[in-house]
């Protein structure tokens, strides 16, 4: 529900710019997330085996610049990156009660996109490249990112690539995209509470896979 909201009102903050020479035209997209958790130096590292599964994806796109063979754009949305841990039969030391258990975390994320493309007729499949910048929301997340409390690092980098291929009409068009989102730091960064084991820290890093499909409105007729 509060995801929706986000998107909603974003909507119509933009849509009261939607006739200025600024915004070429607004889209909105919605998919999933594959997300791979990366665990080091921790008990989840030893004692399971991470399964992934689908997260939530969401974002509005902007047009600022678009000329024949490349775009300048701006991505503002949400996302999850949730995983599955089940119990590792090689893994000695598991204190957890329960066989499985999930760990789910949410962001809001932002990132200037450059987009490299070649029209053909209706169809302009391009390339993305985008920094990144996500926030970490527990709200999007459950109760599994939670037993992290305030250790997560809410503000996290990276960067995005991807590829996507977009089918236009009139004032509209329909395109679908695959992305690669990359952080360069980690999410959770703990000093080992133990040091004398020579555990150097607990850490996790969090990179996700993202397919997506949209809708998007240009304000002039393309030709």
Known sequence: MKSKLFILCTFLICSNYSY???????????????????????????????????????AITL??????????????????????????????????????????FGFITASPVLKLKIPIKSFTPYLIIAPRIDYFVSDLGNKGDKYFGFDINKPSFGFSIGEGVEYKLNKFSLFVEYQFFYSFNYLYDQPAYYPSYQVINDRMKTNSHIISLGLKYYFKKIE
Request: proline fraction near 4%.
């Open 20 to 58: 200025s020479q600024i915004i070429k035209s607004i889209g909105l997209k919605s998919g999933i997330s594959l997300s791979n958790q990366s665990w080091e130096n921790t008990q989840f590292s030893y004692d399971y085996n991470f399964v992934t599964r689908p997260g939530l994806y969401e």
């Open 63 to 104: 047009d600022f610049i678009e000329k024949e063979f490349w775009q300048l754009s701006l991505d503002l949305g949400i996302y999850q990156s949730v995983s599955k841990l089940e119990v590792n039969p090689f893994g000695g030391n598991t204190m957890e009660v329960h066989p499985e258990f999930n760990f789910k």
